[in-house]
């Protein structure tokens, strides 16, 4: 019995550690939370193996209590029969001091293994507030860890978009907008070049259409004036009268 709990204590106290001593090893907040959640199990099963050996104590000292009442009670039972000054019983002691001997050997081995259980009780009970107390304060570094991540994260965050706000300001590979406004200054020069020729020449056409048209009125003047006089000259000019006497009027 002793060699089995001896054999529980060992295997749950490796199990516990290995996975305690694993946490220092990780490199992620996702896998410390695994193995919490495995230091968590072993805790358990410690406390469980803990409460056991605890039991298992209380038991042997309820045997042994019991099996040393027994053996008093023999003891006491042998030695009457071998002080009562009367021979003729004595063979009663025999089987006693038989079932005594037994008694004896089952209570020192009993006692032995209160010794060895007590120790393990003593053992798993400091080993599993040990892990308790590694418990809590890894699921304390892991709050600060993950408050750490995030500010990380949140300073890559800031860190991107100030990247990106750069580059879109800077950005070589984008639009300039001292080429942008050198181009749009060089378009506004040619239209003002080409307005100003369409001007000029709308202007010309117009100074020549009024030319034409003062020169057909003055053409057109021209020709009343010669219609004028030559209506003048087809006139009869009137005969001049004899002295003394009117003048004829003119024919026509």
Avoid: C, W, Y
């Avoid at 709990?5 to 106290?13: C, S, W």
């Avoid at 409460?51 to 009442?69: K, M, P, S, Y």
């Avoid at 020449?201 to 030319?211: I, K, L, N, P, T």
Wanted: charged share 30%; no cysteine.
């Amino acid at each position: 019995m002793a060699s089995l709990f001896k054999k529980i204590r060992t295997g749950v106290l490796a199990q516990a550690h290995k996975l305690a001593d694993a946490l220092i090893d990780l490199d992620s907040v996702a896998a410390l939370k695994v193995h919490i959640r495995d230091l968590e199990e072993a805790l358990e099963e410690l406390q469980d193996a803990a409460a056991a050996e605890v039991g298992n104590v209380r038991t042997l000292e309820q045997a042994i209590v019991a099996l040393d009442a027994r053996v008093k009670e023999l003891n006491s039972n042998i030695e009457f029969l071998l002080s009562d000054e009367d021979e003729s019983n004595d063979h009663l002691a025999t089987p006693l001091q038989a079932k005594l001997d037994m008694l004896s050997r089952e209570l020192a081995a009993k006692r032995e293994e209160l010794t060895v259980a007590r120790q393990t009780a003593s053992q798993l009970s400091e080993a599993a507030s040990n892990l308790k107390a590694k418990h809590a304060s890894m699921v304390e570094r892991v709050r600060s860890l993950e408050s750490l991540e995030r500010v990380a994260e949140a300073k890559d965050r800031a860190a991107e978009a100030i990247r990106s706000a750069g580059a879109a300001v800077a950005g070589s590979d984008g639009p300039s907008v001292d080429d942008v406004e050198a181009r749009l200054r060089r378009k506004a020069n040619v239209a003002d070049a080409r307005f100003t020729r369409a001007m000029g020449e709308f202007a010309g056409g117009v100074e020549q259409d009024v030319a034409l048209a003062q020169a057909k009125a003055a053409i057109e003047r021209r020709k009343a004036e010669i219609a004028a006089r030559k209506a003048a000259a087809d006139q009869p000019q009137p005969v001049p009268a004899a002295p003394g006497e009117p003048a004829a009027p003119a024919a026509g």
